[in-house]
Structures are given as structure tokens and as C-alpha cells.
T-cell receptor, first 115, second 116 residues
């Protein structure tokens, strides 16, 4: 158990809908990362938050947004969903302000299926 | 440009034998870190081993070792004495220090199947 909790584990929704994925980082971790894993794109970095502030942005669509709350949990909001958004969405957390050797601990992922 | 390249989509290895998974990377940053993660069929990502760009020695963690060749920009993972539970997808990843951006960039992964 990595200590990172993601809910829900599975989500099935229709095109055009909006969903929210939730992540609770490991106790004490200030950094939260979101990744999307799909068959054709592999593991793609979406966005990083550090202590409530956006730190880095990757290949995140404008239809997607995220935030990190004062209690450090994070939510990823996906709207106007398309079939191609079906993927495994991972949240990861790490402890430091960015020490190079700090590994990121991953949650179990949320498998999103858009039908 | 692809930062991490894993050229082996899939590999088979006999139980108790060693297997080497290739990883090459591309960066102009002198300070970076290289990671290997394992993803079993259940889906979770499990951290295996880390190598820093300034580390003088190759990293080892139990049956995992990293063959780090800085000049060649390669960081191959060696799994010794393979077990059936090692069957999984393995990802090489890199963190660069540029612009305080500490995200991990992942390769496409290599699927390892251990045969009894």
C-alpha cells in the first residue's frame, strides 16, 4: 500500500458528462501529480500541485482542471468527456519541494470508461 | 522529443534467470534522476529503484540493479533470479531539475513475462 488513496476506483460515464476524481496523498506529502495512462499515449503527465499551488503543467486538455485543497487532497475535474478520455488516471505524491531522489508514490488509479 | 526510450515492448524470461530491460534518456540538464517502476496486471505503479545523475555507483535494491552508463545516457534495469511475480510492465522514468519542474517523464514501458 503506497499510502496514496484514489477514489473512485472505477467510473463509467457517458460522453459529454463531467466527472471528478479524488486523490488523498500520503501523510505529509505536499506534492501531488496527476497522470493519464492510455493504450495509445502511454503515461502522460497532466499537472502537478505543490502545497496548494500549481507547479507544473503537462499535456492537460483545457476541458480538464485540477486543484489542491488546504488539506492537501486533490481533485481532477474532467468535463465534456469524449470516448478518447477513457484511461487509467493516476495520482502520485511526493514529500519534498523537489529533491531529485524523491520517488513519487502512486495511488491505485481510477479507471475511467466513457461510453 | 521523446525523453525516455524503451525499445523492448515485450520480453520473455525463464524463472530464476536474469533479465535486462533497456532504457535510454535524453536531457541536457546535468542534474536528473532516473527511476524504474513496476506495474503488475492489477494496475498499481510500484517504485523499484532510483539512480541520480551524480551517483558514482550503480544503484541496487535487492534483486534489482541499475546499469547506469552516463555517457551513453542509458539506465538499464537488471532483474536477477526472476520470479513468476515479476511478470509485469516496467517503466523507466526521469526527473529533471529544470525550472523547478519535478515531474516524472515515463517511457512506453516493457512487458516482462516470466515462464516457469
Amino acid at each position: 500500500d503506497s499510502g496514496v488513496t484514489q477514489t473512485p476506483k472505477h467510473l463509467i460515464t457517458a460522453t459529454g458528462q463531467r466527472v471528478t476524481l479524488r486523490c488523498s496523498p500520503r501523510s505529509g506529502d505536499l506534492s501531488v501529480y496527476w497522470y493519464q495512462q492510455s493504450l495509445d499515449q502511454g503515461l502522460q503527465f497532466l499537472i502537478q500541485y505543490y502545497n496548494g499551488e500549481e507547479r507544473a503543467k503537462g499535456n492537460i486538455l483545457e476541458r480538464f482542471s485540477a486543484q489542491q485543497f488546504p488539506d492537501l487532497h486533490s481533485e481532477l475535474n474532467l468535463s465534456s468527456l469524449e470516448l478518447g478520455d477513457s484511461a487509467l488516471y493516476f495520482c502520485a505524491s511526493s514529500s519534498s519541494s523537489g529533491a531529485m531522489n524523491t520517488e513519487a508514490f502512486f495511488g491505485q488509479g481510477t479507471r475511467l470508461t466513457v461510453v | 522529443a521523446q525523453k525516455i526510450t524503451q525499445t523492448q515492448p515485450g520480453m520473455f524470461v525463464q524463472e530464476k534467470e536474469a533479465v535486462t530491460l533497456d532504457c535510454t534518456y535524453d536531457t541536457s540538464d546535468p542534474s536528473y534522476g532516473l527511476f524504474w517502476y513496476k506495474q503488475p496486471s492489477s494496475g498499481e505503479m510500484i517504485f523499484l529503484i532510483y539512480q541520480g545523475s551524480y551517483d558514482q555507483q550503480n544503484a541496487t535494491e535487492g534483486r534489482y540493479s541499475l546499469n547506469f552508463q552516463k555517457a551513453r545516457k542509458s539506465a538499464n534495469l537488471v532483474i536477477s533470479a526472476s520470479q513468476l511475480g515479476d511478470s509485469a510492465m516496467y517503466f523507466c522514468a526521469m526527473r529533471e531539475a529544470t525550472f523547478n519542474d519535478y515531474k516524472l517523464s515515463f517511457g512506453a514501458g516493457t512487458t516482462v513475462t516470466v515462464r516457469a
